[in-house]
């Protein structure tokens, strides 16, 4: 009976992962896939290497907290596996409304609600991580505005990044030993920008498995019968197995509803949000790697669009500025190449681009939204169901 129950939680750990890879993957690695600058296949294989990487290392920290540390009681093999049903039905209600499931949130949420009918939910643990959810887009906006006002334009104006016709590299076969070699078309400025976006990407593949790994692999770990590290493998391959199969329509996807920002603008959010969740799950904090990218981008717009107005005038909202004409969410400028970009407090190029053009705000309130039905749908559903079948935990 224990073997099969163990089955039956293995299977539903696989589900969980297997949707994670496809949604992570898409976020991770869509902008890198539609520039041309690294393929879907490869993709997918790096984004499973650092998930491991990630959840072996910093992951293990959330799975603490998601084990041990919101409910005062260690879960058992029985709970660990409902547990796990209800983030499958968090992901199910998701892909519904085709946004990215808060999946963080929603094993919070379900694990609360165990603890909540168990009377066994650690109160102050459960306030800090919600409080950490509270912060964490407001932080995330406000870096991302500090970059969209004072960093990006500059950066934006300095640096191109283009993709050459033919290969990035081929094969140098004229000596006894093949030896790489730039493409035909390849500038040596082109394979400095492919190795920072590899980078870039690694370290958002390897935040992503800190935050996410624990998701699918903490219900089932200790008391419920697999350890950490095995816990940890049997995570990474469903991830690994989302990222080769549905994350390919993802990457081909990703941003199209949200956001249509250049590669440069998307780097710089993968960075701020890598950075946000990294320091989060290093301090055991479940956090969802959708929310910190979201906020980041909307910040990032504001930024770029304030730009005509001082600080000062922002804040007093001074009469003689109400003729400024400021296009929320604008993110890029076509700045000629060694032109400077207009100094703060003056007027914008007219081909800045409009609101319209960065991101959906019905698409903003929708993911927003996610984040408050989620994990409270999560912790409803499992508060009853341990309420009405107590044996379970």
Not at 311 to 337: H, K, N, S, W, Y
Request: charged share 15%; aromatic share 8%; glycine share 12%.
């Amino acid at each position: 009976m224990v073997e099969t129950l163990l089955l039956v939680g293995i299977v539903a750990s696989v589900f969980v992962g297997f949707n994670i890879g496809g949604s992570s993957t898409g976020i991770t690695w869509g902008p890198s896939v539609g520039a041309g600058i690294v393929k879907k296949t490869t993709a997918a294989a790096i984004m499973t290497v650092f998930v491991f990487l990630g959840g072996i290392t910093v992951g293990q920290n959330v799975m603490e907290t998601l084990s041990e540390g919101i409910i005062t009681t260690d879960l058992t093999l029985s709970a660990g596996v409902a547990v796990l049903f209800f983030i499958g039905l968090g992901i199910l209600v998701a892909n519904i409304f085709g946004v990215p499931v808060p999946t963080s949130m929603t094993t919070v949420g379900a694990i609360a609600g165990l603890g909540l009918a168990t009377g066994t939910l650690n109160y102050a643990t459960i306030a800090e991580i919600i409080s950490w959810w509270v912060v964490t887009p407001i932080i995330g906006f406000w870096i991302g505005g500090i970059i969209g006002r004072y960093i990006y334009p500059e950066v934006n104006r300095r640096v191109t990044i283009e993709k050459t016709d033919g290969p990035l590299l081929t094969l140098d076969r004229q000596g006894a030993v093949p030896k790489p070699a730039l493409g035909p078309n390849t500038t040596w400025a082109e394979i400095e920008i492919t190795v920072v976006v590899l980078a870039i990407g690694c370290y958002m593949a390897f935040s992503a498995g800190a935050s996410n790994v624990p998701n699918a692999a903490a219900p089932l770990v200790g008391e419920a019968g697999l350890d950490v590290n095995t816990a940890v493998i049997i995570a990474t391959v469903a991830i690994g197995l989302g990222g080769f199969t549905i994350a390919r329509r993802t990457m081909d996807s990703v941003g199209g509803e949200l956001s249509d920002i250049p590669l440069l603008a998307a780097l710089f959010v993968m960075v701020t949000a890598s950075t946000i969740t990294t320091i989060l799950s290093w301090i055991g904090i479940p956090i969802s790697l959708v929310m910190a990218t979201v906020m980041t981008i909307v910040g990032i717009g504001w930024g770029r669009a304030t730009r005509p107005i001082t600080f000062r005038e922002a804040v007093t909202r001074d009469p003689e500025m109400e003729d400024r004409e400021i296009e929320l969410g604008a993110i890029v400028a076509e700045e000629e190449e060694d032109e400077p970009a207009p100094p703060i407090g003056e007027e914008e190029a007219d081909e800045v681009l409009h609101g319209s053009d960065l991101f959906n705000p019905r698409a903003v309130i929708k993911y927003v939204s996610m984040w408050i039905i989620g994990p409270s749908m999560s912790t409803t559903l499992a508060y009853g169901f341990f309420t009405l079948v107590p044996g379970v935990a």
